[in-house]
């Protein structure tokens, strides 16, 4: 029998807001408490976001930390097919990436694992 594992949402860990820089968008996220700011520190790495959004066709994933303000900033190159005024893309600005990125699973925080926002996976 396959191993279960728990996966939360990074929605319910944090908020995002997120919008374009010429050809590049780039991605704030901000961890709801200081518990899910150190998990996040650890599993919402540069590899991940680069993986979520590969679909996209994107350049470089940079990832910053805020330590004081509990957030990530993500610099995304290459993920607006050219820009504002250059891309055909209905988001020319980046501006759903951030709601987009919160559907992202994530394994679970033990804390999380008996709540109602963990998901069993197989």
């Given at each position: ?9 990074l ?38 976001v ?49 709601m ?5 699973r ?17």
């Amino acid at each position: 029998m396959a191993e279960q594992q728990r996966m939360v949402r990074l929605g319910d860990l944090a908020h995002a807001r997120s919008g374009d820089k010429g050809n590049s968008a780039n991605i704030g996220v901000v961890a709801n408490d200081d518990v899910s700011f150190q998990w996040l520190r650890s599993h919402l790495t540069e590899a991940a976001v680069a993986a979520y959004l590969d679909p996209l066709e994107i350049g470089r994933v940079r990832r910053y930390e805020l330590p004081h303000l509990r957030a990530f900033n993500f610099v995304i190159e290459k993920a607006l097919a050219g820009g504002a005024s250059r891309s055909l893309r209905l988001d020319t600005q980046g501006k759903s990436l951030g709601m987009a990125l919160l559907e992202l699973r994530l394994p679970a925080l033990e804390s999380l694992a008996s709540s109602n926002t963990a998901e069993t996976t197989r």
